[in-house]
C-alpha cells in the first residue's frame, strides 16, 4: 500500500521551492546591477566569467523571440510537475525524484518570474572553456535535473517503481 506524503513534507518541498526561486532572482538581481552595461567579470581565466545577456527565448536562447510559446507552456509544465510529485509515493526510494521535480518546478517559475515582468530572461554566467551559451541559476536547476533524472531512470529505478508511482 502506497503512503501518503504528510504536509510536513509537502511544507518543506514548498519552502525549497520558494528558496531555488529567491536564489535565481537574487542572483538576476545581482547580475542587473554589476554586470549590464559593464565588462566581463572573469572568475577563472578562459573558463568561467559572468557576463550579462538578455534572452527572450529558452534556456540558451532556443527559441528567441517566441515569448507567448512560454506563456503558454511554462504554467501546462507546472501543472505537469505538480501533478506528478502529488502522485509520487512517500516512500524514501522516491525522494530523489520529488527533489528533482522540486528544482525543475523552481527552474521553470524562475524564467517565467523573468519573462512576465521583463518579457526575457537576464543570463549571466558563461563557460567560456568550451563556448558554451550563457545561461543562469534557473537554467542550472532545470539541467541538472534532466540530467540526474535521466540517471535516476537508467541506473536507479526499476519498472516497478514507475508502476508504482504512475499508476495510480
Given at each position: 500500500m502506497k503512503k501518503q506524503k504528510s504536509f510536513l513534507t509537502h511544507s518543506i518541498t514548498l519552502i525549497g521551492i520558494f528558496l531555488l526561486i529567491f536564489l535565481d532572482q537574487y542572483t538576476k538581481v545581482l547580475a542587473k546591477g554589476y554586470l549590464m552595461g559593464h565588462e566581463d567579470k572573469v572568475?577563472?581565466?578562459?573558463v568561467l566569467?559572468?557576463?550579462y545577456l538578455e534572452n527572450r527565448g529558452a534556456a540558451f536562447s532556443l527559441l528567441n523571440g517566441k515569448m507567448v510559446f512560454f506563456y503558454i507552456i511554462t504554467p501546462i509544465l507546472c501543472a505537469v510537475i505538480a501533478i506528478l510529485y502529488k502522485k509520487l509515493p512517500a516512500d524514501k526510494r522516491f525522494l530523489p525524484m520529488g527533489c528533482i521535480l522540486a528544482a525543475l518546478m523552481a527552474g521553470a517559475?524562475?524564467?517565467y518570474i523573468d519573462r512576465i515582468l521583463y518579457h526575457k530572461v537576464t543570463d549571466f554566467i558563461y563557460f567560456s572553456l568550451i563556448d558554451f551559451p550563457v545561461f543562469n541559476v534557473a537554467?542550472?536547476?532545470v539541467t541538472v535535473s534532466i540530467v540526474v533524472l535521466l540517471l535516476l531512470v537508467f541506473f536507479y529505478y526499476k519498472d516497478e517503481d514507475f508502476d508504482l508511482?504512475?499508476?495510480k
Open positions: 572568475l577563472i581565466p578562459g566569467s559572468l557576463h517559475v524562475g524564467n537554467d542550472i536547476y508511482w504512475l499508476k
